[in-house]
């Protein structure tokens, strides 16, 4: 499989497994939360169109993410396959991404379920920590940061995203059984989906990754 879909809660662990991923198989991830992030923090009209959804734990439009995907889709590095990370959310999105696929004469292989029970949810994203520079993530509690980070120009300075603070943190959950739950069945229909039980260490949830995988190249 290397042209496929994590799907999951906020703070299932997607972010964390693409990652992961990425390093092993050399197939990029396109997290749209961190492309939203990027261009929220360098204030482009992306990001200020972007940035009232996300500060209240909202969906972005449709339209604004569907022209993003659509360009990154058809980049050069795409070639070998991708993971994405955060995409499709809506039902909408997932039939435009179906018609660009479709467009493109690409496959979507198979989409990943990380089911993660919601209890659990609330303490991992308020517990998460992202490194400004290289984009790792970590928790405070259960997955916490390593001393020493292999890259010498890394701040080791931890950052909360502001959309982990425990008051808008419900209001995200609230969206995705509402907004993205609906793929679940959708991709089901398709014959694509497969689910793992994400309420189990990076490692193990790592493993069971990988067996649904083609070896490593
Ligand atoms: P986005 O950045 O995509 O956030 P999300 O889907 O809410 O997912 P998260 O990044 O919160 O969680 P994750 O599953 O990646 O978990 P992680 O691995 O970090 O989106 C942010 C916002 O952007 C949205 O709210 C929306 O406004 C906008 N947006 C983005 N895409 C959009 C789209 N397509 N349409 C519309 N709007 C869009 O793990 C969480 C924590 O748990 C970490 O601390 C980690 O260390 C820890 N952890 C991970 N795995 C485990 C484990 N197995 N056991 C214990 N702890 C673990």
Redesign the pocket.
Same mark, same amino acid.
């Given at each position: 499989m290397r042209r496929l879909i994590l799907l999951? %809660?906020?703070?299932?662990?997607?972010?964390?497994? %693409?990652q992961l991923l990425e390093k092993l198989y050399l197939i990029p991830q396109i997290?749209?939360? $961190?492309i /939203?992030?990027t261009a929220k923090q360098a204030c482009t009209p992306l990001g200020l169109a972007?940035k009232p @959804?996300?500060d209240k734990? /909202?969906?972005?439009? $449709?339209e604004l #993410?569907i022209g993003l995907i659509r360009e990154r889709l058809q980049q050069e590095d795409m070639h070998q396959g991708w993971i994405l990370?955060?995409?499709?959310?809506?039902t909408v999105?997932a039939e435009a991404l179906d018609s660009l696929l479709n467009e493109i004469q690409q496959d979507l292989e198979g989409v990943i379920l #990380?089911d993660v029970p919601e209890a659990v949810l609330f303490d991992? /994203?308020v517990?998460?920590?992202t490194c400004p520079l290289c984009k790792k993530?970590?928790?405070i509690a259960?997955?916490p940061p390593s001393p020493d980070c292999a890259n010498p120009e890394c701040p080791k300075q931890w950052l909360q995203?502001e959309?982990?603070k425990p008051e808008v943190v419900p209001t995200?959950l609230q969206? @995705?059984r509402a907004e993205t739950e609906p793929l679940i069945g959708y991709y089901q229909a398709q014959g694509k989906l497969h689910t793992l039980n994400?309420?189990?260490?990076?490692d193990?949830?790592q493993k069971q990754l990988i067996a649904l995988m083609d070896p490593p190249v």
């Open positions: 999951g %809660a906020p703070g299932a662990g997607k972010g964390t497994q %693409a997290s749209t939360g $961190d /939203l992030r972007a @959804y996300m734990g /909202l969906l972005v439009p $449709d #993410i990370d955060g995409f499709p959310r809506t999105q #990380i991992r /994203l517990g998460r920590r993530v970590v928790h259960f997955n995203r959309d982990d995200r969206r @995705y994400g309420d189990q260490s990076p193990t949830v």
